[in-house]
């Protein structure tokens, strides 16, 4: 087959990865209770219209209360582990980790975005997605990435981890039944993407 094609650097980079059981159930229902011990807040974002890109609840797990720290150190070795294998981005740290709430009652959905941002010299080099609920305590809430013709659905299985460059276009889409669960987060350095 005939190519017109010469990669400047033999490493091709991967367009997303994964990981089960990053968090068993147990861990994950832990996760969901923060939650329900703190107050969700409205997780609108506004693309410059009228209608909200993102319908959810929110809310973000500080990293300074040692008892959530168990959390941040396996987000931590799982990105760590996964950059390694497949990205081999210049990482600092995560920015924040935040459990978002999608209800069929408000037809909970994230529209397509991306994640990337740069911020006083500070830029989102990967994103990641946990799945915190069970497949079947809810129907749609696809975590959707748009990297070609048809979009890759991410992997539903509880306690998995899917990551991607913060570039990637991608959304959550509707969830018609039940509520959908996920701790999501962001990786960021003071270097440019190489």
């Given at each position: 087959?005939?190519?017109?094609?010469?990669?400047?650097?033999?490493?091709?980079?991967?367009?997303?990865?994964?990981?089960?059981?990053?968090?068993?159930?147990?861990?994950?229902?832990?996760?969901?209770?923060?939650?329900?011990?703190?107050?969700?807040?409205?997780?609108?974002?506004?693309?410059?219209?009228?209608?909200?890109?993102?319908?959810?609840?929110?809310?973000?797990?500080?990293?300074?209360d040692?008892?959530?720290?168990?959390?941040?150190?396996?987000?931590a070795?799982?990105?760590?582990?996964?950059?390694y294998?497949?990205?081999?981005f210049?990482?600092?740290?995560?920015?924040?980790?935040?459990?978002?709430?999608y209800?069929?009652?408000?037809?909970?959905?994230?529209?397509?975005?991306?994640?990337a941002?740069r911020?006083?010299?500070?830029?989102?080099?990967?994103?990641?997605?946990?799945?915190?609920?069970?497949?079947?305590?809810?129907?749609?809430?696809d975590?959707?990435l748009?990297l070609?013709?048809?979009?890759?659905?991410?992997?539903?299985?509880?306690?998995?981890?899917?990551?991607?460059?913060?570039?990637?276009?991608?959304?959550?889409?509707?969830?018609?039944?039940?509520?959908?669960?996920?701790?999501?987060?962001?990786?960021?350095?003071?270097?440019?993407?190489?």
């Open positions: 087959m005939k190519s017109y094609d010469y990669y400047l650097n033999s490493q091709i980079s991967e367009t997303w990865a994964g990981a089960p059981n990053v968090f068993n159930p147990s861990e994950c229902e832990k996760i969901i209770k923060l939650g329900n011990n703190e107050t969700f807040k409205e997780g609108l974002v506004n693309s410059g219209s009228s209608d909200p890109i993102r319908k959810s609840q929110i809310f973000f797990i500080e990293s300074s040692l008892e959530n720290s168990w959390i941040f150190e396996r987000c070795d799982m990105i760590q582990n996964i950059n294998d497949f990205f081999q210049d990482l600092q740290k995560i920015e924040v980790l935040q459990v978002g709430k209800e069929s009652k408000d037809s909970g959905y994230y529209g397509k975005h991306i994640d941002l911020q006083s010299g500070i830029f989102r080099k990967l994103s990641f997605s946990v799945q915190l609920s069970r497949t079947e305590d809810y129907e749609g809430g975590l959707l748009h070609g013709k048809d979009p890759d659905v991410a992997p539903r299985d509880r306690g998995s981890i899917t990551v991607f460059p913060s570039y990637t276009l991608h959304e959550v889409t509707p969830v018609t039944k039940g509520t959908r669960y996920s701790l999501v987060g962001w990786v960021t350095s003071a270097t440019k993407f190489k």
